[in-house]
């Protein structure tokens, strides 16, 4: 099951309710991967930061870098719960590879819970490929802006 925690605008808690569902699916008993495409989930969960690649230079690299490498991008954060960092390609979370990360995620045996961080166009890459949880802190701006994103 495919997870995406997205908000249309900053600092309403997104990473915060990713990190917590993934944190609490492990504690289920379940293996579960958070996949940080916001950049804050170590800070959140006090760990390192991975130093190296992540997720975003997975993106950036293109189709010659294949989908098996992910697995080898992935920290253990607990026993039953894996983190796919950000990385140092940070800023190119975007683009037609999106579309083959999402489909991998979508595919995986385990659950996997995105942050995918604040984003207007979030909906476009996962749509139909699992549930996507809008993080939305009452004010006036977030409301405006829900209203004029995409639909996914």
Known sequence: MLTVCWSVKGGVGTSVVA???ALGTAAS????LLV???????????????????VGDWLA???DVPVDALAELESPVTD?????HLGD???????????VLAAVLAG???????????????????SGR???????????????????????
């Open 19 to 21: 990190a917590g569902l």
């Open 80 to 84: 039953r719960l894996s983190l796919l």
């Open 108 to 126: 995986s045996s385990r659950p996997v819970v995105v942050d995918a961080g604040v984003t207007a166009a979030a909906g476009l890459w996962w």
């Open 61 to 63: 690299a293109g189709p």
């Open 89 to 99: 390609g940070a800023g190119l979370v975007k683009g037609e590879r999106l579309e």
């Open 29 to 32: 008993g379940v293996d579960c």
């Open 36 to 54: 940080d495409l916001g950049g804050d989930q170590p800070s959140i969960l006090g760990v390192p930061a991975s130093g190296g690649p992540g």
């Open 130 to 152: 699992g549930e996507s949880l809008l993080v939305l802190r009452p004010c006036y701006l977030g409301l405006r802006r829900v209203g004029r994103a995409p639909a996914g």
